[in-house]
């Protein structure tokens, strides 16, 4: 992994003693720098409510996303986990939002709690790989 | 499914449903009409229904049955959006209609979504509001609206003296056995409305040891039957509960929730969804979603009229007779 590989590197800098204090700052204060940036521009997902259906059905995101619903509808709705992996909103009415900050990579089910018949997936990948390294 | 659909006249629609599920060609012929709530009559154990709009016109001693009763239903205090921006005037109308009728009603039934948002002020001006009916005893059941963001527990506060579980209750009237049932907690993913375990085992208990010849109403917010499950419009368990009703010779089901009329006759069970006195929903898969049907604003209470039902317990035929306020 990206980052194992970049301390590595600076441990093999440390190792070989030939280092100067300047390099191994150059080597290892960067990814602890873009990591800090990446939580200032937390990534955001959307999902918009419209006709009792969640748009889009599927949402597929990373790690540390927030997603939002958003509701467009003419009548409240409300956004609970199928399997109470989440707390629950409260009633959205026309225009209310929601949002949750989804940290553990799992596949979420989950449905409106005022029209069940309603539901959607949110997908939460790890946020390692290309993302964290960038 | 099948059903025969016929049309005596230009305002008469007749539906036989000799089987299961719905004939769908008439139920959405029923679509064409909505209105603000029924009346009913009990009279030797067969209920009639008729439309407010109809009642003045109506025959005393046609509607002198020996129990009556009206029915009124999603009024959502505090909607406010295009379909209707004054579902307090509307519900004050419906409440004008009751108290236009040559036999008052006994009591009402409101079969839920008496509030829009469950907010106190909304259960609070459809209180006011129904101060006004001449007949002063209600009973009710939540709907979906009614229960936001605390499971009902305001709900119970304000109208569940007396009642068991999360709401349930039943009372008798004049021989007639009445049975509120709650569907809207509780609701799982993809599924219907729900009574659960605790619910039916009551039920089972509250009706075994009634005579098979008594009358059983039972009311409940959304369809205890199967109406357009692809909308949710349907109770998972309803079937389950209809069971325990199964010797009885005349039972009658009346929900409200799809803010339409539609009516189905299986065996000697009568079904009966009353429109709304707030907004009217579109016909099963009529629209892209069930969401309020936002109609010209000269056709809302047009919309809230008109029909009048007639049932016939032992004859698998239940007739629909429409007449708009507003031609």
Known sequence: MA???????????????????????????????????AQNAAPAGAVSIDNFTFTPQS?????????????????PHGIASSDN????????DTDDSFSYTFTTPGTYQYFCYIHPHMVGTIVVEAATGSNATQ | MSGRTTKPTQDELLHDHNHDGVDRRGF???????????????????????????????????MAGELSFAQISDSHMGF????????????????????????????????????HLSKPEEFDTVDQILKSAKPQDVFYVPGEHDVLNDDGKQFLERYGKGSKGAGWYSFDKKGVHFVGLVNVLNLKAGGLGTLGHDQLEWLED??????????????AH?????????????????????????????????????????????????????????????????????GPMKVPDDQLRTMLGIANVTFKQNEQRLAIIDTPLKA
């Open chain 1, 3 to 37: 980052i194992s590989n970049t301390m590595r590197s600076a441990l093999v800098a440390a190792a070989l003693g030939a280092a100067t204090a300047t390099l191994l700052a150059a080597v290892v204060i960067p990814p602890w720098t873009q990591t800090a940036s």
């Open chain 1, 59 to 75: 949402l597929k995101v990373k790690a540390g996303t927030t997603v939002t619903w958003n509701n467009k509808d003419d009548i």
């Open chain 1, 85 to 92: 992996a989440f707390k629950k909103s409260k009633a959205l």
């Open chain 2, 28 to 62: 959405l012929k029923c679509m064409a009409w909505a209105g603000t709530g029924a009346f009913c009559v009990i009279r030797g154990g067969v209920l009639k229904s008729y439309a407010l709009s109809r009642l003045p016109e109506m025959d005393p001693k046609e």
């Open chain 2, 80 to 115: 406010n959006k295009a379909a209707n921006p004054d579902v307090a005037a509307t519900l004050k109308a419906a409440v004008d209609k009751i108290n236009g009728l040559a036999v008052p009603p006994e009591f009402l039934l409101h079969t839920g979504d008496i509030s």
């Open chain 2, 206 to 219: 509250d009706v075994k040891h009634l005579k098979h010849s008594t009358p059983i109403v039972v009311f």
């Open chain 2, 222 to 290: 959304i369809p205890l039957w199967s109406v357009y499950p692809e909308w949710g419009w349907g109770t998972e368990d309803g079937a389950q509960a209809l069971t325990y009703l199964k010797k009885f010779g005349s039972v009658t089901v009346l929900n409200g929730h799809i803010h339409q009329v539609m009516q189905k006759v299986e065996g000697n069970v009568t079904f009966h969804t009353a429109r709304s006195t707030a907004f009217p929903q579109p016909a099963p898969g009529q629209g892209p979603s069930p």
